[in-house]
């Protein structure tokens, strides 16, 4: 059984282009989800999946200073994008995590993985419903869903968002990894704004420098003991992009 954990990251975005190069504390925004992925138990191989083309060079040759393995395909088809990866490295199965979100938890994610593994489920996730903060998603699907969705999918949702093909698909088999509970589900750990940016960096220069801060409890009890903080990026849904997608939906016709 190989697992790879597969990171979909590129240079462009409408909210906050560039944004997985930003510096954040001394290192990359994908450079600091990179190196919480290599560290999931249960994990294989990290596969950083970029892109083709020059404007998205950059994002692969970081991937690869951080210690990923770096696979390029579609833009805008990001299951196709994955489907390539995890074709390329073999995996049985796929931890899909994304790119603007350098506070992972790799000990939930390996959690995510057991749980998957425990149950003999199709999907794995720990936001569905959403019972953790934002910005420590994560989903497992092996591969042969995967492949099954690259084949079958048509809504421009499904494409660009990986997994919905899979989520609301009557077959599928799905456990969720429930979260600590209601107090942890208002705080935004993801970058999206400006102001997730400000927020992540003023929350990293209170943070230990590696393994010591990898623990989600070691941010959130920090936020919890500065509101303040907590409120520079507090307002946003958490849906927002999967929105934007579902509204392309219907304009497509697809219902």
Same mark, same amino acid.
Request: charged content about 25%; glycine content about 6%.
């Given at each position: 059984?190989?697992?790879?954990?597969?990171?979909?990251?590129?240079?462009?975005?409408?909210?906050?282009?560039?944004?997985?190069?930003?510096?954040?504390?001394?290192?990359?925004?994908?450079?600091?989800?990179?190196?919480?992925?290599?560290? @999931?138990?249960?994990?294989?191989?990290?596969?950083?999946?970029?892109?083709?083309?020059?404007?998205?060079?950059?994002?692969?040759?970081?991937?690869?200073?951080?210690?990923?393995?770096?696979?390029?395909?579609?833009?805008?088809?990001?299951?196709?994008?994955?489907?390539?990866?995890?074709?390329?490295?073999?995996?049985?199965?796929?931890?899909?995590?994304?790119?603007?979100?350098?506070? @992972?938890?790799?000990?939930?994610?390996?959690?995510? @993985?057991?749980?998957?593994?425990?149950?003999?489920?199709?999907?794995?996730?720990?936001?569905?419903?959403?019972?953790?903060?934002?910005?420590?998603?994560?989903?497992?699907?092996?591969?042969?869903?995967?492949?099954?969705?690259?084949?079958?999918?048509?809504?421009?949702?499904?494409?660009?968002?990986?997994?919905?093909?899979?989520?609301?698909?009557?077959?599928?088999?799905?456990?969720?990894?429930?979260?600590?509970?209601?107090?942890?589900?208002?705080?935004?750990?993801?970058?999206?704004?400006?102001?997730?940016?400000?927020?992540?960096?003023?929350?990293?220069?209170?943070?230990?420098?590696?393994?010591?801060?990898?623990?989600?409890?070691?941010?959130?009890?920090?936020?919890?003991?500065?509101?303040?903080?907590?409120?520079?990026?507090?307002?946003?849904?958490?849906?927002?992009?999967?929105?934007?997608?579902?509204?392309?939906?219907?304009?497509?016709?697809?219902?």
């Amino acid at each position: 059984m190989r697992i790879a954990t597969i990171i979909q990251a590129r240079i462009s975005s409408t909210r906050l282009p560039g944004k997985v190069l930003m510096d954040l504390g001394g290192k990359t925004v994908l450079a600091r989800v990179i190196e919480r992925a290599l560290a @999931i138990p249960g994990s294989d191989v990290v596969v950083c999946a970029v892109p083709e083309g020059p404007q998205d060079d950059p994002v692969a040759e970081e991937a690869v200073r951080a210690g990923a393995v770096v696979t390029r395909g579609s833009r805008d088809d990001v299951l196709d994008r994955y489907w390539r990866a995890a074709q390329a490295v073999k995996a049985d199965a796929v931890l899909r995590v994304t790119s603007d979100c350098p506070l @992972i938890d790799p000990e939930v994610c390996g959690q995510v @993985i057991a749980l998957w593994k425990d149950t003999g489920a199709d999907q794995a996730c720990n936001n569905n419903p959403p019972t953790w903060p934002h910005g420590l998603d994560c989903e497992i699907v092996s591969f042969a869903w995967l492949d099954r969705a690259a084949r079958e999918a048509r809504k421009p949702s499904e494409r660009e968002h990986v997994t919905p093909f899979i989520r609301n698909h009557p077959e599928a088999r799905r456990v969720n990894l429930p979260g600590p509970g209601p107090r942890t589900i208002h705080h935004r750990w993801t970058l999206d704004h400006a102001e997730d940016l400000t927020f992540l960096r003023a929350l990293w220069a209170r943070l230990p420098e590696g393994p010591a801060s990898w623990s989600w409890r070691v941010p959130f009890a920090i936020v919890e003991a500065d509101p303040a903080l907590a409120a520079i990026n507090a307002g946003h849904d958490r849906l927002e992009g999967l929105k934007k997608s579902l509204d392309q939906d219907a304009r497509e016709g697809f219902s």
